[in-house]
Structures are given as structure tokens and as C-alpha cells.
């Protein structure tokens, strides 16, 4: 599911994070599922997500230029596809 | 939009697979094998299993394995032996880590998987059943593993199946003999729910012995890598990346974690750069040390010497080395090859001439041989040839 600049988006409760000084690994203990945050510009929005902001006002507020939303908000929606992220 | 917009970050600045080469403070996962005691011998077990080791870690201190683990997030370990479940502390080991945030995946041969166990696992999160089976029928299977282990495999799936379990895992191990299995075994993983895991044959442990009657040939190694392509769904562990070398990389991790982000803890504590390597020269440390397994993963003297970039050999200069990596450490180590030489079942047949040019002599043994006196393993389907020409 593509993710825009107006959804509202949480950590699922099951998922735990491990920074790394790539980014982070994100292991969901319900579906067991692995994933690679790969860029800690990535995990620093991952990590604002309040479910009450926008992914447009997080990205902004971390400072991600908007020439680089496209390539964000593609990264959040394969995020939510492995269920590491979920709608607010 | 300026096209090089798609190449900023969040891509990675550098790829996964080099920072993985570098090593990580602690391991994505690893294999914990809780005891060398095994109902079974099978012909290929990489651990030489059979008898208990007294010197084995008690529940407490797999505990406090637990709790280290817990501490540097390794967010599940893959429980396995001899046969797990022989241990009497098995059920307290497994509630314990998965109480800690610490997930568990076990293998077991199914013998003791009665329905008590299934419904009692079937009550936990967290926790993952692998049931191992080498062969479609009983007549492929038990030359490998033993008389009744087919049965008792397929009994322990009706278990989880009745204990309405869900998806557990059926692991094979792919063989010369099994590889023509896989559609069939494909189709019993999905009249259960369950998912297929395949994985490599390694010449380690009891393997050394059965490994050049076992291994597939050239042609299904072939076969293997289409099948594998087509059929994302079916697990490898990531094993089979030195088929990548046939052309589009296969999904996963196409390189040898051994000690940079995998390892493997044995049931008396020693820590191994993978669980394929039960050899004196990759043992990095014991949990017992001082500093524990956190040390040793972080500060081994052998862990540190394989984060290190790769030295020159004759893989580097090879155009598929990018896919395959060079393939197994291990392989390479227990037919008597270098680190740095290609893997023995290099797929564009590197290794040929290197193995046909080694004797017999020099080839390392596994440290330790578990396995119980007096108690044949089971014969393979074919007679042992020489291990290779010498």
C-alpha cells in the first residue's frame, strides 16, 4: 500500500527496534519477520511516527529535504507491507 | 526531479551486504544447540550428535544466556542439538527466553513431539517449530536419519496440526537423493499450513563422512537454484547463496555471516563462528568466560579476523564472486580446502580441480565426536566411495 505525505502512521506494538550504525534492524515478534531500516535518517522518522502528526509534518520536523520524500515515503510503505508499521 | 533524487537516502549509503562483511555489536540471530544428546544419528548431523556432554550448561546459566541476549536485542535464536527436547529443562529454557523478548525457533526430529507437547506449544507466542525430514517417503528418509524417523516426523506434524499449531516448518536438508523430492514436499508442507525450509548440505561433523555420497550433483544443483527462483516462498536460510553464482542472486543474504552477524553457542557453552564449524579453529570463546558471550562476540581475536575484508584468492578475481561470495567457510575447511579457495560445489566447477588434487591426508576431523558408542548410524543409500581421489 503506498504510503502519502497526510497518513498517520505508528511502530506496531510487536514490533521492537535495534539501531545500527546503518540504520536498524526491526524484528516483528508476531509475524517473526526481519527487517532493515537502512538509513538512520530513516529510523529518526520511524522513530517520530506519533500516530497524531502527519508523515509530511515528521518528515519535516527531522528535516528531510523534500526532494527526498519520494524515496521516504516508498521506504515507509515497505515498511507497513511487512507490517513494521501500521496506520494510526 | 533530478534523477540522482532516487539514489538518496533512505537507500543505504553503503550496501547492507559490506556492512554485514563488517561485522554488527551483536548478532542478528544465532543457533544455540542445547545438547549433543540425539535419539537419533543421523548420517549428516553437523554436530556429531548423540551423547549428552556432562560438561552441558545448566538451566540456570542458559538463562542467563538469555539475559545477555536480551541485553544486545538479538531478537531470536534458533534452539536446536542432539535433540532439543531431550532436554528436561527444555519447555523452561524456551518459556524463559521468550518471556525476555528473545523469540524462539526450534528444530527437533518430532520423536518427542506428542500432542501434550504440540498443544503446549501451540499456547506460546514467540516460538517457531522446525520438524526435520530428509526425503518425501520413508525410503528416502531413513537411510539418512534412521529406522521410524520418517514416522515419527510425520507424527509430530499431525500433532501440530491437531494442536491447531498454524504454520510450523517442515527442514529439510537437500540431498542428492531428496532434491527430486522437493515438489512432493512442497506439497506435504501445504496440506499442513506448514512452510518448506531447505537447506545445505554441509561436510560437517558425521557429514564429512556422508557428504560426497549425499550432496547433489552438479546438474540438480542446477535444478536446485531454479526451483529455489521460482518458488520465493520456500525458506533456505539463507543457505544456498553460492548457487547465486548461476546468474540472478537468490533472495536473502548472499554472503557468509559466520561471526560477523551469526554464530552459534554449543551445549557446554563454546561459542563457533557458525554452527557448521565445530572445529577447534573457530571457536571463539565460552559464555562462561569472563565478559561472557558479549565479549566474546565483540572482542575474539578469530570474530575480529573475519570482519576483516576479504584476503586475496582465487574467488575475488572471479566475476561471480559478487554473487556467491566465495561460499561456504565451512565446506571449503572440512573437504581441506583454504578459506580463500572456492567453494567445493562451486557451481562454475572452481573447485574441481583443487579437490581432485588433494589427498585424503590433512583433511581436518570435527573436534569432537559425540556420537554413541556402539550405535551405527544408519547406512547412506549408496555405498561410501573414497571420500575423493587422491
Same mark, same amino acid.
Given at each position: 500500500?503506498?504510503?502519502?505525505?497526510?497518513?498517520? #502512521?505508528?511502530?506496531?506494538?510487536? *514490533?521492537?527496534?535495534?539501531?545500527? =550504525?546503518? &540504520?536498524?534492524? /526491526?524484528y516483528h515478534f508476531g509475524n517473526r519477520r526481519l527487517s532493515f531500516i537502512k538509513h538512520v535518517d530513516?529510523?529518526?522518522?520511524?522513530?517520530? #511516527?506519533?500516530?497524531?502528526?502527519? *508523515?509530511?509534518?515528521?518528515?519535516? =520536523?527531522? &528535516?528531510?529535504? /523534500?526532494?527526498?520524500?519520494?524515496?521516504?515515503?516508498?521506504?515507509?510503505?515497505?515498511?507497513?507491507?511487512?507490517?513494521?508499521?501500521?496506520?494510526? | 526531479?533530478?534523477?540522482?533524487?532516487?539514489?538518496?537516502?533512505?537507500?543505504?549509503?553503503?550496501?547492507?551486504?559490506?556492512?554485514?562483511?563488517?561485522?554488527?555489536?551483536?548478532?542478528?540471530?544465532?543457533?544455540?544447540?542445547?545438547?549433543?544428546?540425539?535419539?537419533?544419528?543421523?548420517?549428516?548431523?553437523?554436530?556429531?550428535?548423540?551423547?549428552?556432554?556432562?560438561?552441558?550448561?545448566?538451566?540456570?546459566?542458559?538463562?542467563?544466556?538469555?539475559?545477555?541476549?536480551?541485553?544486545?536485542?538479538?531478537?531470536?535464536?534458533?534452539?536446536?542439538?542432539?535433540?532439543?527436547?531431550?532436554?528436561?529443562?527444555?519447555?523452561?529454557?524456551?518459556?524463559?527466553?521468550?518471556?525476555?523478548?528473545?523469540?524462539?525457533?526450534?528444530?527437533?526430529?518430532?520423536?518427542?513431539?506428542?500432542?501434550?507437547?504440540?498443544?503446549?506449544?501451540?499456547?506460546?507466542?514467540?516460538?517457531?517449530?522446525?520438524?526435520?525430514?530428509?526425503?518425501?517417503?520413508?525410503?528416502?528418509?531413513?537411510?539418512?536419519?534412521?529406522?521410524?524417523?520418517?514416522?515419527?516426523?510425520?507424527?509430530?506434524?499431525?500433532h501440530l496440526a491437531d494442536a491447531g499449531f498454524g504454520a510450523f516448518k517442515i527442514s529439510v536438508v537437500?540431498?542428492?537423493?531428496?532434491?527430486?523430492?522437493?515438489?512432493?514436499?512442497?506439497?506435504?508442507?501445504?496440506?499442513?499450513?506448514?512452510?518448506?525450509?531447505?537447506?545445505?548440505?554441509?561436510?560437517?561433523?558425521?557429514?564429512?563422512?556422508?557428504?560426497?555420497?549425499?550432496?547433489?550433483?552438479?546438474?540438480?544443483?542446477?535444478?536446485?537454484?531454479?526451483?529455489?527462483?521460482?518458488?520465493?516462498?520456500?525458506?533456505?536460510?539463507?543457505?544456498?547463496?553460492?548457487?547465486?553464482?548461476?546468474?540472478?542472486?537468490?533472495?536473502?543474504?548472499?554472503?557468509?555471516?559466520?561471526?560477523?552477524?551469526?554464530?552459534?553457542?554449543?551445549?557446554?557453552?563454546?561459542?563457533?563462528?557458525?554452527?557448521?564449524?565445530?572445529?577447534?579453529?573457530?571457536?571463539?570463546?565460552?559464555?562462561?568466560?569472563?565478559?561472557?558471550?558479549?565479549?566474546?562476540?565483540?572482542?575474539?581475536?578469530?570474530?575480529?579476523?573475519?570482519?576483516?575484508?576479504?584476503?586475496?584468492?582465487?574467488?575475488?578475481?572471479?566475476?561471480?564472486?559478487?554473487?556467491?561470495?566465495?561460499?561456504?567457510?565451512?565446506?571449503?575447511?572440512?573437504?581441506?580446502?583454504?578459506?580463500?579457495?572456492?567453494?567445493?560445489?562451486?557451481?562454475?566447477?572452481?573447485?574441481?580441480?583443487?579437490?581432485?588434487?588433494?589427498?585424503?591426508?590433512?583433511?581436518?576431523?570435527?573436534?569432537?565426536?559425540?556420537?554413541?558408542?556402539?550405535?551405527?548410524?544408519?547406512?547412506?543409500?549408496?555405498?561410501?566411495?573414497?571420500?575423493?581421489?587422491?
Amino acid at each position: 500500500m503506498p504510503v502519502t505525505l497526510d497518513d498517520r #502512521l505508528v511502530l506496531h506494538p510487536d *514490533v521492537a527496534l535495534r539501531p545500527e =550504525r546503518f &540504520g536498524a534492524l /526491526a524484528y516483528h515478534f508476531g509475524n517473526r519477520r526481519l527487517s532493515f531500516i537502512k538509513h538512520v535518517d530513516l529510523l529518526a522518522v520511524v522513530e517520530s #511516527l506519533d500516530g497524531e502528526h502527519t *508523515v509530511g509534518e515528521i518528515l519535516d =520536523r527531522v &528535516g528531510v529535504d /523534500a526532494r527526498r520524500h519520494p524515496a521516504f515515503l516508498s521506504a515507509l510503505a515497505t515498511l507497513s507491507d511487512s507490517e513494521v508499521l501500521r496506520a494510526a | 526531479m533530478p534523477p540522482e533524487v532516487t539514489s538518496q537516502p533512505p537507500t543505504a549509503t553503503r550496501p547492507l551486504v559490506d556492512e554485514f562483511r563488517l561485522g554488527l555489536d551483536a548478532p542478528i540471530c544465532l543457533t544455540w544447540e542445547l545438547t549433543y544428546a540425539c535419539n537419533l544419528s543421523c548420517v549428516h548431523c553437523l554436530s556429531s550428535s548423540g551423547r549428552r556432554d556432562p560438561r552441558e550448561l545448566t538451566t540456570e546459566e542458559c538463562f542467563g544466556v538469555v539475559d545477555e541476549l536480551q541485553r544486545l536485542q538479538v531478537f531470536y535464536v534458533n534452539l536446536g542439538g542432539g535433540e532439543p527436547m531431550l532436554r528436561p529443562d527444555f519447555f523452561d529454557v524456551v518459556e524463559y527466553s521468550v518471556g525476555h523478548q528473545v523469540g524462539v525457533k526450534f528444530s527437533t526430529n518430532g520423536t518427542f513431539l506428542d500432542a501434550a507437547a504440540a498443544r503446549r506449544l501451540a499456547g506460546m507466542d514467540y516460538v517457531d517449530v522446525q520438524v526435520s525430514l530428509d526425503g518425501a517417503t520413508a525410503g528416502v528418509n531413513d537411510p539418512v536419519r534412521g529406522d521410524g524417523a520418517f514416522a515419527a516426523s510425520r507424527q509430530a506434524m499431525e500433532h501440530l496440526a491437531d494442536a491447531g499449531f498454524g504454520a510450523f516448518k517442515i527442514s529439510v536438508v537437500v540431498t542428492r537423493h531428496n532434491v527430486g523430492q522437493l515438489d512432493e514436499l512442497l506439497a506435504l508442507a501445504d496440506g499442513y499450513g506448514a512452510q518448506l525450509r531447505v537447506t545445505r548440505l554441509r561436510p560437517s561433523g558425521r557429514g564429512a563422512d556422508s557428504w560426497n555420497d549425499l550432496r547433489p550433483t552438479q546438474a540438480q544443483q542446477r535444478d536446485l537454484y531454479h526451483w529455489l527462483l521460482d518458488r520465493p516462498e520456500v525458506l533456505t536460510g539463507d543457505s544456498f547463496f553460492h548457487l547465486s553464482a548461476l546468474g540472478e542472486p537468490l533472495p536473502g543474504l548472499n554472503l557468509c555471516g559466520a561471526g560477523r552477524v551469526v554464530c552459534l553457542i554449543d551445549p557446554v557453552g563454546d561459542v563457533y563462528a557458525c554452527p557448521f564449524v565445530i572445529h577447534d579453529e573457530f571457536l571463539a570463546g565460552n559464555v562462561r568466560d569472563p565478559g561472557g558471550f558479549t565479549s566474546v562476540w565483540r572482542s575474539s581475536e578469530l570474530f575480529s579476523s573475519l570482519r576483516e575484508p576479504d584476503s586475496e584468492g582465487a574467488c575475488v578475481s572471479c566475476g561471480s564472486y559478487d554473487a556467491c561470495q566465495g561460499g561456504c567457510m565451512a565446506s571449503k575447511f572440512f573437504v581441506g580446502l583454504e578459506l580463500t579457495d572456492p567453494d567445493p560445489e562451486c557451481v562454475l566447477g572452481n573447485a574441481e580441480p583443487l579437490l581432485a588434487a588433494l589427498g585424503g591426508d590433512g583433511v581436518p576431523r570435527p573436534s569432537a565426536d559425540h556420537s554413541r558408542p556402539g550405535v551405527p548410524v544408519p547406512s547412506p543409500v549408496t555405498l561410501r566411495p573414497p571420500r575423493r581421489r587422491s
